[in-house]
C-alpha cells in the first residue's frame, strides 16, 4: 500500500474510533438521563404522596362532631358560636392576614358568600388578629369576622394552614373539609358542593397595579 494509502487508512481507523467514542459517551450519557429522570419523577411522586398524606391527616373526618367556638368577635368581645339555633349549615373559613393564598382565594369566597349566603351561614375565622380590621376592609369581607380561638378550639379544629374551609351542619357535624385554595380539583370540589360557578384565583400583582 502507498504511503497516501496508509495515511488515508489511518486517518479512516481514527475517525471511526473517534465516532464510536462518541456513540458510546452519547449512549452512557442518555441513559443516565432517562436513570435520573426516573428517580427524579419517583422522587416527586414520593413528595406529593407524602404531602397528600399530611394534609390529609389534619383534616377533620366527615361526620365527626365538633364543639362550639370559642373566639374573639372583631370588635374585642368573647362569644361562643354554636351551630344550635340555625337551620342552616356553617361554612368556617379560617385565614390569617399574612396569608397570600387567602388574599388569592378572597374573589372565589366573596362569590360563594354571594351565590350561598341565604343557604348557608359564612362565618370568618382569623387565627392571627395583627392588622385584621385593616384586611377585612381592604378586601371587603362581608361576613361575621371572628380571631383568637381559644387553644381548645384549635386542638379540636386542627387548626394551624390557611386557608381552611369547614362545613359543619347545623347538628354539629363536619360535612366538608378542605384546605387551602380554591384551585385545580379543590375548586371543582367547592363547586360541586355548593353547586356554584366559583371566578377562580385574583392575581395580586395585577390587583395591585390596577389601584395605582
Same mark, same amino acid.
Given at each position: 500500500m502507498s504511503p497516501l494509502g496508509e495515511t488515508s487508512a489511518r486517518t479512516l481507523e481514527t475517525t471511526q474510533r473517534a465516532s464510536r467514542k462518541a456513540l458510546i459517551v452519547l449512549t452512557v450519557s442518555l441513559v443516565v438521563s432517562v436513570a435520573l429522570n426516573v428517580l427524579l419523577a419517583r422522587r416527586v411522586r414520593s413528595l406529593i404522596h407524602f404531602e397528600s398524606a399530611r394534609i390529609s391527616d389534619r383534616l377533620l373526618k366527615v361526620g365527626i362532631a365538633v364543639p362550639p367556638i370559642a373566639a374573639k368577635r372583631l370588635g374585642g368581645q368573647e362569644e361562643v358560636i354554636s351551630y344550635q &339555633?340555625? +337551620? !342552616?349549615p356553617t361554612v368556617l373559613y379560617i385565614f390569617t392576614p399574612p396569608c397570600a393564598w387567602c388574599a388569592r382565594n378572597t374573589d372565589n369566597l366573596k362569590a360563594l358568600v354571594n351565590q350561598r349566603g341565604t343557604e348557608y351561614r359564612f362565618i370568618g375565622l382569623s387565627l392571627s388578629s395583627e392588622g385584621l380590621r385593616e384586611y377585612a376592609a381592604t378586601h371587603g369581607l362581608e361576613i361575621p369576622i371572628y380571631t383568637a380561638p381559644s387553644p381548645d378550639t384549635r386542638k379540636a379544629y386542627q387548626l394551624g394552614g390557611t386557608p381552611q374551609t369547614i362545613v359543619v351542619s347545623p347538628e354539629g357535624r363536619v360535612l366538608q373539609d378542605w384546605m387551602g385554595a380554591y384551585v385545580g380539583d379543590q375548586k371543582s370540589q367547592v363547586e360541586a358542593?355548593?353547586?356554584?360557578?366559583?371566578? &377562580?384565583? !385574583?392575581?395580586?400583582?395585577? *390587583?395591585? *397595579?390596577?389601584? +395605582?
Amino acid at each position: 500500500m502507498s504511503p497516501l494509502g496508509e495515511t488515508s487508512a489511518r486517518t479512516l481507523e481514527t475517525t471511526q474510533r473517534a465516532s464510536r467514542k462518541a456513540l458510546i459517551v452519547l449512549t452512557v450519557s442518555l441513559v443516565v438521563s432517562v436513570a435520573l429522570n426516573v428517580l427524579l419523577a419517583r422522587r416527586v411522586r414520593s413528595l406529593i404522596h407524602f404531602e397528600s398524606a399530611r394534609i390529609s391527616d389534619r383534616l377533620l373526618k366527615v361526620g365527626i362532631a365538633v364543639p362550639p367556638i370559642a373566639a374573639k368577635r372583631l370588635g374585642g368581645q368573647e362569644e361562643v358560636i354554636s351551630y344550635q &339555633g340555625t +337551620n !342552616r349549615p356553617t361554612v368556617l373559613y379560617i385565614f390569617t392576614p399574612p396569608c397570600a393564598w387567602c388574599a388569592r382565594n378572597t374573589d372565589n369566597l366573596k362569590a360563594l358568600v354571594n351565590q350561598r349566603g341565604t343557604e348557608y351561614r359564612f362565618i370568618g375565622l382569623s387565627l392571627s388578629s395583627e392588622g385584621l380590621r385593616e384586611y377585612a376592609a381592604t378586601h371587603g369581607l362581608e361576613i361575621p369576622i371572628y380571631t383568637a380561638p381559644s387553644p381548645d378550639t384549635r386542638k379540636a379544629y386542627q387548626l394551624g394552614g390557611t386557608p381552611q374551609t369547614i362545613v359543619v351542619s347545623p347538628e354539629g357535624r363536619v360535612l366538608q373539609d378542605w384546605m387551602g385554595a380554591y384551585v385545580g380539583d379543590q375548586k371543582s370540589q367547592v363547586e360541586a358542593f355548593f353547586h356554584v360557578s366559583l371566578p &377562580g384565583l !385574583r392575581d395580586l400583582a395585577k *390587583a395591585e *397595579a390596577a389601584k +395605582n
